[in-house]
C-alpha cells in the first residue's frame, strides 16, 4: 500500500506563497497519478489540481488556475504544489491523493489512497 506525507503547511498573508510536498513511500511515485485536494471547515472536500503518471496531464481547479503549480519529481519520489498570490479563501486542510488511473472527473472517489493532510492557513 502505497504512503503520502505531506508537508509544508504553515501562516501565510495574502499574497504570500507556500510550497507543499507529499512524499510518496513503499511504493514508486511513477506508478500514480496524484492530486491535491482541500477541505474547509463545514465544507466538502475539493479537487485543486492533479497529474498524470507522466506529467503529460495536468489539470487546475478553475479557482486555482494561474496561482498554483502542481509538478512530480520521480528522482525525489515527490509530488509538489506551488501556491502563490495565496488568499484567505485558500485556507483549508490540503490533502495529497494517489491512484494508478488519472480519471478526469477529478472526484475524491477515484483517488485510492490519501495523506493525513496538512493545515493552510492565509490571513488577510
Known amino acids: 500500500q502505497v504512503q503520502l506525507v505531506e508537508s509544508g503547511g504553515g501562516l501565510v498573508q495574502a499574497g504570500g506563497s507556500l510550497r507543499l510536498s507529499c512524499a510518496v513511500t513503499r511504493r514508486t511515485l511513477n506508478n500514480y497519478a496524484m492530486g491535491w485536494f482541500r477541505q474547509a471547515p463545514g465544507k466538502e472536500r475539493e479537487f485543486v489540481a492533479a497529474i498524470s503518471r507522466s506529467g503529460g496531464t495536468i489539470h487546475y481547479a478553475d479557482s486555482v488556475k494561474g496561482r498554483f503549480t502542481i509538478s512530480r519529481d520521480s528522482t525525489k519520489n515527490t509530488v509538489y504544489l506551488q501556491m502563490n498570490n495565496l488568499k484567505p479563501e485558500d485556507t483549508a486542510v490540503y490533502y495529497c491523493?494517489?491512484?494508478?488511473?488519472?480519471?478526469?472527473?477529478?472526484?475524491?472517489?477515484?483517488?485510492?489512497?490519501w495523506g493525513q493532510g496538512t493545515q493552510v492557513t492565509v490571513s488577510s
Open positions: 491523493a494517489a491512484d494508478p488511473t488519472l480519471y478526469t472527473d477529478y472526484v475524491p472517489d477515484h483517488f485510492g489512497s
